[in-house]
Each structure stands twice: as C-alpha cells, then as structure tokens.
C-alpha cells in the first residue's frame, strides 16, 4: 500500500523495522512509522560518517585505497563524537 | 536455509556497501571490501544500541510504541545530528499532513461521483492490456 520512498538510496523502512523488533527486549516494543524512518536516517548518516572519516585517515596516509585498520582508527571518534559510548572495538573480530 | 535474521543481515550489508560506494566516488578513493565490511559491521551493531536504547526511552515514557521524540533524544549527543533529524522529522509530519488532506479530498470526491462515473474503471483495464501487447 505505502510506496513512498522516503529513504531512497538508504535503508529501507521494513528492513529497519526489523531490525528494531530483532533487538527489542520486550515483544511487545514497537516503533511508530516516522520513527522508524528516523532511525534508518541515522544509519544512513553513520555509515557515510564512518566511511567518510576511514577515506579521510586514508588520504592523511596518502593512500588512495580504504583498508580496514583506517576504519578502526576512526571508531573512537565516532563513539564519542556522534554516538554513544560503545565498545566496538573489543567486539570486533577483524 | 537461510534465517530470517541472516536475510535482514544480508539486506543490511548491501545498503550498508552501496552507500559506502557512493562516499567512494565524492572522495574519489576507493574502499577495500574488508573495509566495507568493517562499516557495515559497526552500523550494524549500532543498530542494536539505537533499539535498546530506544525502547527504555519508550518504556521510561510510558509507553510500548518507540516515537520520534524517542529518536531525537536517541541523535541528542551532537548537536548537527540533532538539527539534521529534527529537520527530517518536520518534513515527515508535514509529509503526513499532506498525505491526510490528499486522502480526505479523494474519499469525498468519490463519495460524490460514484455514481455517475463507473464506467471509469474498465476504461482503465483496456489501456492496460494494451501496453501489454
């Protein structure tokens, strides 16, 4: 029924949707429509945060490529500057 | 056979890289695919803060259903971030608002000439059959 794209290029509502449910604690947590588009925007504005603060480390270094050590010298930032304290890091097995 | 949650994973990854190809081409460098795993990796556990996080804020309201209010409070710790969702959100109420004047005029309109136009509806299957052919 609803084909607006609101999020074109970005995650899609239902996948987000998903998402939230798979996370929540309590079955019975659900998230409005308008919220849940809100958090897809979120996402999309991490993951292009994330990849933009790795292509920058990157050309610091002089390197045209984007390799998985940039990425991780950039997580600090994003945990203490956009996002909540999270230890990403010791969880990633990379 | 592939789980629900691998599925929604997989979905995930694959706009997780697309996005990341596309930061690639404004910045004109180039991401190794571990990289793009790495990215995917940490949104994705990110998400998984934003819903916890997002459904005590709820339950601290009051309620069962997560709201926008509930993910402007989740986008708080920089202020850029707050001002950009703030935004998105006004746009999406106004969005809705047109959305429930546009519903409104249409469901009187047809109240009105439901009688009158019912032969609409076959002229419209015929145009269809012929894009087919």
Redesign the interface.
């Known amino acids: 029924m609803e084909t607006r794209e609101e999020c074109a290029g970005g995650f899609k509502k239902e996948t987000v949707n998903k998402l939230l449910q798979l996370h929540f604690k309590d079955d019975k947590t659900r998230a409005s429509g308008d919220a849940v588009l809100l958090v897809a925007e979120m996402l999309k504005v991490f993951v292009r945060e994330a990849a933009a603060r790795g292509a920058r480390q990157a050309q610091t270094e002089d390197l045209t490529r984007v390799e998985v050590e940039h990425i991780e010298k950039i997580l600090p930032q994003l945990n203490s500057q956009c996002f909540e304290c999270c230890p990403i890091l010791v969880m990633m097995n990379l | 056979m592939e789980t629900?949650?691998q599925r929604?994973k997989a979905?995930?990854h694959y706009?997780?890289a697309?996005?990341?190809e596309?930061?690639?081409e404004?910045?004109g460098?180039?991401?190794?695919r571990?990289?793009i795993?790495?990215?995917?990796?940490?949104?994705f556990?990110?998400?998984?803060?934003?819903?916890?996080?997002?459904?005590m804020f709820?339950?601290h309201g009051k309620r069962?259903?997560?709201?926008?209010e509930?993910?402007?409070l989740?986008?708080r710790?920089?202020n850029s971030?707050l001002k950009?969702?703030t935004q998105?959100?006004d746009e999406?109420?106004l969005?809705?608002l047109e959305q429930k004047e546009k519903k409104k005029k249409k469901s009187a309109a047809k109240k009105g000439r439901r009688n009158s136009n019912e032969h609409e509806e076959p002229v419209a299957i015929v145009n269809e059959d012929s894009n087919m052919a």
């Open positions: 629900e949650a929604l979905a995930f706009t997780a697309r996005l990341c596309e930061v690639a404004d910045k460098i180039c991401f190794s571990q990289a795993a790495a990215v995917s990796e940490i949104t556990r990110q998400c998984e803060i934003f819903a916890r996080d997002l459904e709820a339950k069962s259903t997560v709201n926008v509930d993910v402007k989740l986008a710790r920089s971030l950009h969702i998105k959100s999406l109420s969005n809705n």
